[in-house]
């Protein structure tokens, strides 16, 4: 099992533990009621909007983990790790929207840029182990 170092990395989990368990409920609401069409209405836009709304809730949590983060080391590797999840995401994204946008590909929603961040957490987290010897713990066991 993954050990988690210092308090404020134990916080971190605790707060996207709870987002994505958010996420799970408001998604599966949102699906059921509103893509299905039982709701209409404010109602229905505020529902559809709560999933992302958690995600926003998981941004929340490393945003607080950095701060939170008193070991300057881990606090340097989760800003490294967060700027390559960033850079890649809007990275992918910039070039899927020129592609797109000279009806070279289809489009694809906005959310998926959230799943590239993501995905680029952990090639941030590569790029930590390649580069300084470890990821501080921001993926998992620490350097």
Known sequence: MTSFK??????????????????MVTLTAAIRLVRDG???GPLA???????GLCVIGVFWAAARLVIEETDEYRRMLLVRQLLVAAGF?????????FLENAGL????????????????????SLY???TMGG?????????
């Open 6 to 23: 210092s308090p404020a990395q134990r916080r971190y989990v605790f707060r996207v533990m709870v987002a994505m368990a958010g996420y």
């Open 38 to 40: 039982h709701m209409a």
């Open 45 to 51: 836009w505020v529902l559809a909007a709560l999933p």
């Open 89 to 97: 995401a809007l990275s992918v994204a910039t070039v899927w929207g």
């Open 105 to 124: 590909v289809g489009h694809v929603d906005a959310f998926y840029v959230a799943i590239l961040f993501f995905a680029g957490l952990g090639l941030g």
């Open 128 to 130: 930590n182990r390649l």
């Open 135 to 143: 990821d501080g713990g921001c993926a998992g066991e620490g350097a």
